[in-house]
C-alpha cells in the first residue's frame, strides 16, 4: 500500500457497483423483512421509507423496530435511539480505519460519503484497498448501490412483505457473515499475524455469552486491534 | 411529559445518532498524530471488526451457520471468487434447513 493520494474515478465507482453485486439479493431480503415488520409496528409507508433512507443501518432499524411502540411513549422513544447507538457503534471502528487511507481527501468530499459507509461498501473497499488498490470511487459507488436497494426495498417490502416471510428458510439470514468470512480470507496474513484475530474471536466470544446485544463486536474488535498495536510486527518483516 | 414522541422526530434522532458514528471514528483519527503503534491498531483494526462480527453469529447459529461458513472460506481460499463463496454458504444452509437441520 502506498501513502499516495487517493483517486476517484468513473471507473472505480463502476467497479464498487460491480462488487457490490454478490450481496444485493442479500440485501434486498432483510429490506423487504424490515418493511414487513414496519407494517406490523404500525409505521406509515413515508416513516418506513424515509428512515431506511436516512438511517441506513439495516440490523439496528430491525432492533429498534422491536421495542418501537405505536404511539411512542418518550421511554421507548430513548431506548430506540440508544439501542440503534449501541448497534452501530463498530462504525466509529470502520470510519477510524479509513483514516489512513483517506485522510489526504478534501473533507468537503469524504463527509457526505460517510453519509452511506455501512458495513458491505466497507469490507468492499477495504479488501480492494488491501490488494493495492487506490480509487476511493469503489466505497461510494458500492455504497451508493447497496444503498438504492436497501431503502428502495423496503417500499415493496412494507406493501408486500408478508411474500418474503423467512428469509432464514433460504438461507439468506448467512449472507452478511458468508460475506465477512469471504473477505477474511484475502486478509489473512500467515498464522504469525494472526494474533490480534485470536484475541479478537476470543473476546467477542466471551462477551457475546456474557452481555446482551451487540457489544461483542465492539469489544472484539477494540482488543483485537490493540494486540496488533502491541504485538506489531515484530522481526522487522514487514514495513 | 408528552405522553408521546413524534415518529418522525425519532427517526430523525436515529439518522443523526448514526451519522455522528460514521463520522465520529473518521473525525477523530484525524486528531491523533499516526504513530507507529496507532498505525498497527488501525490496520489490525478491520481483520478484528470481522472476526468479532463473525465469531459470535457462527457460534450461535450452531452447527448449519458454522459449516455454512466453513464452506465460505475454504470455496473463497481455492477459487478467490467472492460470489461463488457467499452462494456456496446461502446454499449449504437453505439445504441443510429443508431438510430441517
Known amino acids: 500500500m502506498s501513502d499516495a493520494m487517493p483517486q476517484f474515478t468513473r471507473a472505480g465507482f463502476l467497479l464498487g457497483v460491480r462488487l457490490s453485486l454478490p450481496i444485493l439479493p442479500?440485501?434486498?431480503?432483510?429490506?423487504?423483512?424490515?418493511?414487513?415488520?414496519?407494517?406490523?409496528?404500525?409505521?406509515?409507508?413515508?416513516?418506513?421509507?424515509?428512515?431506511?433512507?436516512?438511517?441506513?443501518?439495516?440490523?439496528?432499524?430491525?432492533?429498534?423496530?422491536?421495542?418501537?411502540?405505536?404511539?411512542?411513549?418518550?421511554?421507548?422513544?430513548?431506548?430506540?435511539?440508544?439501542?440503534?447507538?449501541?448497534?452501530?457503534?463498530?462504525?466509529?471502528?470502520?470510519?477510524?480505519?479509513?483514516?489512513?487511507?483517506?485522510?489526504?481527501?478534501?473533507?468537503?468530499?469524504?463527509?457526505?460519503?460517510?453519509?452511506?459507509?455501512?458495513?458491505?461498501?466497507?469490507?468492499?473497499?477495504?479488501?480492494?484497498?488491501?490488494?493495492?488498490?487506490?480509487?476511493?470511487?469503489?466505497?461510494?459507488?458500492?455504497?451508493?448501490?447497496?444503498?438504492?436497494?436497501?431503502?428502495?426495498?423496503?417500499?415493496?417490502?412494507?406493501?408486500?412483505?408478508?411474500?418474503?416471510?423467512?428469509?432464514?428458510?433460504?438461507?439468506?439470514?448467512?449472507?452478511?457473515?458468508?460475506?465477512?468470512?469471504?473477505?477474511?480470507?484475502?486478509?489473512?496474513?500467515?498464522?504469525?499475524?494472526?494474533?490480534?484475530?485470536?484475541?479478537?474471536?476470543?473476546?467477542?466470544?466471551?462477551?457475546a455469552e456474557l452481555v446482551a446485544g451487540y457489544w461483542f463486536i465492539v469489544t472484539g474488535a477494540v482488543t483485537g486491534s490493540l494486540a496488533g498495536a502491541i504485538l506489531g510486527p515484530r522481526d522487522g518483516g514487514d514495513a | 411529559m408528552p405522553d408521546s414522541v413524534p415518529a418522525w422526530l425519532v427517526i430523525l434522532a436515529m439518522a443523526a445518532v448514526t451519522y455522528g458514528l460514521r463520522a465520529g471514528g473518521y473525525l477523530v483519527m484525524g486528531r491523533v498524530t499516526l504513530t507507529p503503534p496507532v498505525r498497527r491498531a488501525l490496520e489490525a483494526l478491520p481483520g478484528a471488526i470481522l472476526i468479532a462480527t463473525v465469531a459470535p453469529v457462527a457460534l450461535r447459529g450452531g452447527g448449519v451457520a458454522l459449516a455454512a461458513l466453513a464452506v465460505t472460506a475454504a470455496v473463497m481460499a481455492l477459487s478467490r471468487k467472492d460470489t461463488l463463496a457467499v452462494a456456496a454458504a446461502v446454499g449449504v444452509a437453505a439445504l441443510a434447513r429443508s431438510f430441517g437441520l
Open chain 1, 26 to 207: 442479500g440485501i434486498a431480503a432483510f429490506a423487504l423483512a424490515y418493511g414487513t415488520v414496519a407494517v406490523q409496528k404500525g409505521l406509515t409507508l413515508a416513516e418506513a421509507a424515509v428512515m431506511s433512507a436516512l438511517v441506513y443501518a439495516g440490523a439496528s432499524q430491525l432492533v429498534g423496530l422491536e421495542i418501537w411502540t405505536t404511539p411512542l411513549t418518550p421511554a421507548a422513544a430513548v431506548a430506540v435511539v440508544g439501542v440503534v447507538a449501541a448497534i452501530n457503534l463498530r462504525l466509529i471502528l470502520m470510519g477510524a480505519a479509513l483514516r489512513p487511507w483517506l485522510g489526504g481527501v478534501p473533507a468537503r468530499q469524504v463527509y457526505p460519503a460517510l453519509g452511506i459507509l455501512t458495513d458491505a461498501n466497507w469490507v468492499i473497499a477495504l479488501r480492494y484497498r488491501a490488494e493495492g488498490g487506490n480509487d476511493w470511487a469503489v466505497l461510494v459507488g458500492s455504497g451508493l448501490v447497496i444503498w438504492m436497494v436497501w431503502a428502495g426495498a423496503a417500499i415493496p417490502g412494507y406493501l408486500f412483505g408478508a411474500l418474503v416471510a423467512d428469509p432464514r428458510r433460504w438461507g439468506l439470514d448467512l449472507m452478511m457473515p458468508a460475506f465477512f468470512v469471504a473477505m477474511l480470507v484475502p486478509l489473512w496474513r500467515g498464522p504469525r499475524r494472526s494474533l490480534p484475530w485470536i484475541v479478537s474471536g476470543v473476546v467477542s466470544l466471551a462477551t
